[in-house]
């Protein structure tokens, strides 16, 4: 594993919570933590790196109620209907996938309100905005797993 | 309750951790909060399960990884044990039972192209109760954010 990957698995985890934990990763690779955070950096300048950051359980923080909606909207409305999307700080995740025969659902966004009415009134502003009219709310009934990524 | 410092702190760590040699120090410095007050909430927080990680979080395909998003039709009397055996694998990082025609929804990535979600695809689509199951990977990524304001 070069240098990289190890920085890369370092941190795919959790960083320790305390005062210097980049010198602590840094000196469980053998590496100066100067050397450690230049590879971070680089890692960031190329845009592998997203951020490190805090992630929060969003029904723990008092987002209980969140769904998958997956709307059929025209080719050509695709864009602008992604972009109203993602312009709302209601909608964490926004994509355009491919369709499969009897699923014309192509675009996903992920919702999120404090409670069932404020996600759903979130989906119905989408939909009167963006001229929306067939769409699927897919509310998760079961959690079976959530973690992150693995890479090395 | 939340209190503001708690929520305060937070909102700056679901931001960003900022990559310095103390980076918590540097965070608080831009709220007006202590080092130590930081990895206290923190690692209260984080106790708690309210934070499920602190760490990076990266570019799956700038990686070299494929990934999509798969929804099943399973048996009902089938599906926790399909979703189960899904769960094994570590490419599958979200797994959910979802209302609808559609009944197991999951994320998966592996490493190289999209023949290898191809062919884990249908490895899956073999289990026992699994009725169907696409893959719908991405054409447009438009917005990932995950920042939930305290």
């Given at each position: 594993m070069n240098t990289e990957q190890a920085i890369i698995r370092a941190l795919q985890g959790n960083i320790p919570l305390e005062p210097a934990p980049f010198k602590k990763l840094a000196a469980g690779l053998g590496l100066p933590e100067g050397k450690f955070l230049a590879g971070v950096k680089e890692l960031k300048r190329r845009g592998i790196l997203r951020s490190i950051r805090a992630i929060v359980r969003h029904r723990r923080a008092g987002y209980s109620a969140n769904a998958m909606v997956a709307w059929k909207v025209t080719e050509s409305r695709a864009l602008s209907f992604g972009k109203t999307a993602a312009a709302s700080p209601a909608v964490s995740h926004c994509y355009q996938r491919v369709t499969r025969p009897g699923w014309p659902y192509n675009l996903y966004t992920m919702v999120h309100g404090r409670s069932r009415a404020e996600m759903l009134k979130v989906v119905d502003g989408l939909a009167k905005k963006t001229g929306a009219k067939e769409y699927l709310v897919?509310?998760?009934?079961?959690?079976f797993k959530k973690t992150s990524m693995v890479y090395f | 309750m939340v209190s503001r410092i708690d929520k305060l702190v937070l909102d700056a760590a679901q931001a960003e951790i900022p990559c310095l040699s103390r980076p918590f120090a540097a965070l608080g410095a831009g709220i007006g909060v202590s080092e130590a007050e930081v990895l206290r909430i923190l690692k209260a927080y984080k106790r708690k399960g309210v934070v499920r990680r602190i760490g990076g979080s990266f570019e799956t395909r700038k990686l070299g990884f494929s990934s999509t998003l798969a929804g099943m039709r399973v048996k009902p009397e089938r599906l926790a044990a399909v979703a189960g055996e899904i769960s094994k694998?570590?490419?599958?990082?979200h797994c959910y039972e979802r209302?609808?025609?559609?009944?197991l929804w999951f994320t998966l990535g592996v490493r190289g192209g999209m023949s290898g979600i191809d062919n884990k695809i249908a490895e899956f689509r073999r289990l026992p109760g699994v009725e169907k199951c696409h893959s719908f990977p991405v054409k447009k990524m438009f917005k990932i954010k995950t920042l939930f304001p305290i």
């Open positions: 897919l509310e998760s009934l079961r959690e | 694998f570590t490419g599958v990082t209302e609808g025609e559609l009944n």
